[in-house]
């Protein structure tokens, strides 16, 4: 009973405690107003995101009224600039409402386009029936074909776009199984958690890789082959570890999965229209390097050409899971918090790394990304902390018997794409939870097991490959 009242209690006592506590209780020396009602706002969030006392996208709705009222240009009037007790840097009210409108926003939207077309027009079915095939009918057989799909695909293309994507394809397989049957929870976090890990593969895969480019440069440098060199073997390994740990958690009841799937392709205009409209936008994601063009504008792309020839209807924008839209959106509103108000720099640079056995650097700042990252953007993540470690490990000359400044950067990179323990953690743990197979303790269970044995994989492969003088200098 009285656990069941705390998780009503605590996201209301603690940042409510936190708002009224004096700036200077806190052990962040120099640490703003603003910053504090930041403070206040991400407990609020963490707390309803994990304990779930209101909605899930619900909790995102308030971070972002919460924004606007306490920390933007335009809240309450004791909590501008126009009062000369306050201190810090506010938002601007556009800033914190423009996250409803993000580019993220966007890719989601289009994703939900392409499910959408391919459920209505069979290509998922049809997809399934053609790709599942050569993996048999176990069904952790068949979950380990989706898992090695879904990660290849997002080794050269969008995360987002790959998970909505896939999620089309599982929807026939998920059909298969009875309701209380946990293979189905096993499944729909699989799609995820593969593109998660995959994309780690390449220097394209996720953008935190492309942030560490701009540090491995002159003697750092690490080529796009030497990359995969490292992030491949480890994707493998990360996979076929968290295959087994989803088949372990959430085991299948039925033995065998007749993927029985029957049918054609259609041939009727429309569905050759969606058929040729998914795969000019998989293609654009894929070739993003040649045309320029972002994940983001391409992703308009199917939603203008299906809303244009009637594919998707009004009738059929009523099945758009906006909720999981409010659920994003609020998570980009807490990063951009985090970042434009400077508490995470502000957290970040109070640490004393320099002062750090260089293991220890390297364990710590890793963990801190993962931490940062289940948070909030796992760019934004590695663009506050990759600037930090990079300078200090081009300074630490006892860092280099550890594979010095290569090493560092890798290890926070790969620890930035691993933190995938809440929906609002990664687009794709979002989409994923939008499936309603998926409850967020299920999510963070698993997220914070592939969290804590990826970095071990991390740093034990990476130490490694120094000891064998193939990374690292």
């Not at 506010?90 to 800033?95: A, C, N």
């Not at 906006?322 to 807490?334: E, F, M, R, Y």
Request: with cysteine; charged share 10%.
């Amino acid at each position: 009973m009285i656990k069941n009242h705390l998780k009503y209690i605590l996201p209301v006592i603690l940042p409510v405690l936190i708002l009224f506590l004096p700036v200077t209780s806190f052990p962040i020396e120099g640490l703003t107003q603003v910053e504090q009602r930041v403070i206040a706002i991400f407990v609020m969030a963490a707390l309803c995101w994990v304990l779930e006392p209101i909605p899930i996208y619900a909790t995102s709705v308030l971070i972002i009224v919460f924004e606007l009222l306490l920390i933007s240009d335009h809240g309450l009037w004791f909590t501008t600039n126009e009062h000369p007790e306050i201190q810090g840097q506010l938002l601007t009210q556009d800033t914190i409402m423009a996250t409803f409108a993000s580019p993220i926003i966007m890719l989601f939207l289009g994703g939900f386009f392409l499910a959408m077309a391919a459920t209505k027009y069979r290509l998922d079915v049809n997809l399934a029936r053609v790709l599942l095939h050569p993996f048999g009918q176990r069904p952790k057989n068949v979950m380990l074909g989706i898992m090695l799909i879904t990660a290849v695909f997002s080794m050269f293309m969008s995360n987002t776009a790959t998970t909505a994507m896939m999620l089309s394809i599982l929807v026939p397989v998920l059909a298969l199984f009875d309701k209380e049957d946990c293979a189905r929870v096993a499944f729909a976090l699989s799609v995820p958690v593969a593109a998660n890990i995959g994309g780690i593969a390449t220097p394209i895969g996720t953008p935190p890789n492309a942030v560490a480019l701009k540090y491995l440069v002159d003697e750092y440098s690490i080529s796009f082959s030497e990359w995969m060199a490292i992030g491949v073997p480890f994707v493998a390994i990360m996979l076929l570890i968290a295959w087994a740990l989803l088949n372990h958690l959430f085991p299948a009841t039925r033995q065998t999965v007749q993927l029985d799937i029957e049918g054609k392709f259609l041939k009727t205009p429309k569905a050759i229209l969606v058929y040729a409209t998914f795969i000019l936008t998989i293609l654009l994601w894929l070739l993003g390097g040649i045309h320029g063009m972002s994940s983001y504008v391409i992703a308009m792309i199917p939603v203008a050409v299906f809303s244009t020839f009637k594919i998707i209807t009004k009738d059929d924008l009523r099945n758009i899971s906006w909720d999981v839209l409010w659920l994003v959106s609020g998570g980009i509103a807490l990063g951009v918090a985090l970042d434009e108000s400077g508490l995470a720099e502000h957290v970040v640079s109070t640490i004393p790394f320099g002062t750090f056995h260089p293991l220890l650097l390297i364990i710590g700042a890793s963990f801190l990304c993962l931490l940062m990252a289940n948070f909030m953007s796992n760019t934004a993540t590695a663009n506050l902390i990759l600037p930090l470690v990079a300078a200090l490990g081009a300074s630490m000359q006892s860092l280099l018997p550890f594979g010095g400044q290569v090493v560092l950067i890798l290890a926070v990179t790969f620890s930035a794409s691993l933190g995938m323990s809440l929906p609002v953690s990664t687009p794709p743990n979002a989409l994923a939870y939008a499936s309603g197979e998926i409850k967020s303790t299920q999510m963070l269970k698993v997220g914070v097991i592939i969290g804590i044995i990826g970095l071990a994989v991390t740093f034990t492969m990476l130490l490694l490959l120094n000891k064998l003088g193939l990374v690292g200098i």
